[in-house]
T-cell receptor
Framework: DAGITQSPRYKITETGRQVTLMCHQTWSHSYMFWYRQDLGHGLRLIYYSAAADITDKGEVPDGYVVSRSKTENFPLTLESATRSQTSVYFC????????????????FGAGSRLTVL | GDSVTQMEGPVTLSEEAFLTINCTYTATGYPSLFWYVQYPGEGLQLLLKATKADDKGSNKGFEATYRKETTSFHLEKGSVQVSDSAVYFCALSDHSGNTPLVFGKGTRLSVIA
């Protein structure tokens, strides 16, 4: 199916466990992003990637690891989950050079709700 | 750094009421401005955008005008419907291309019949 797919949609885990959230897009968009959404904070950028093998930290990167070996995939790993990482995580993508031209239209996935007990 | 400030919610309106959600920004240069909408249980989607001063973005009866003099991009709709209940995010994009979108904290709108 065309679009941007996140999995799992819902995940419950325990403190200290490793969790990987998957993101797959079918448009060959250059840019991909991970945000977390929390009440009172809105959307905060965790990491982003301008192309395969290029990643950059966002506003709240601590405790997260990303990789981008293929253009279409951008997994987010919590190496040792903490309760403060309970959140809804959104993956997004955008075309290049939309980012540079100012058009910068992001397409979002449906989100992954993570609960850390 | 660049930032976006939008009015605190939640906002509760009756059907057919007039809607305004305020958004102001701080940025160097001339950013592009966006409104995204998040319906319950879904990801965000672009509602409208404006890329230069005095531009008006519009979609689905919503509109917003890029006001450089007041650094604002307020969202308006003349007559809201129950289906407009959602969270609305204002965002800006730095024209330098060096930074990703900056989002406001979101404003939850509830429209009651």
């Amino acid at each position: 199916d065309a679009g941007i797919t996140q999995s799992p949609r819902y995940k419950i885990t325990e403190t200290g466990r490793q969790v990987t959230l998957m993101c797959h897009q079918t448009w060959s968009h250059s840019y991909m992003f991970w945000y977390r959404q929390d009440l009172g904070h809105g959307l905060r950028l965790i990491y982003y990637s301008a192309a395969a093998d290029i990643t950059d930290k966002g506003e709240v990167p601590d405790g997260y690891v990303v990789s981008r070996s293929k253009t279409e995939n951008f997994p987010l790993t919590l190496e040792s989950a903490t309760r403060s990482q309970t959140s809804v995580y959104f993956c997004a993508s955008s075309t290049d050079p939309a980012h540079l031209s100012g058009a910068n239209v992001l397409t979002f996935g449906a989100g992954s709700r993570l609960t850390v007990l | 750094g660049d930032s976006v400030t939008q009015m605190e919610g939640p906002v509760t309106l009756s059907e057919e009421a007039f809607l305004t959600i305020n958004c102001t920004y701080t940025a160097t240069g001339y950013p592009s401005l966006f409104w995204y909408v998040q319906y319950p249980g879904e990801g965000l989607q672009l509602l409208l955008k404006a890329t230069k001063a005095d531009d008006k973005g519009s979609n689905k009866g919503f509109e917003a005008t890029y006001r450089k003099e007041t650094t604002s991009f307020h969202l308006e709709k003349g007559s809201v419907q129950v289906s407009d209940s959602a969270v609305y995010f204002c965002a800006l994009s730095d024209h330098s291309g060096n930074t990703p979108l900056v989002f406001g904290k979101g404003t939850r709108l509830s429209v009651i019949a």
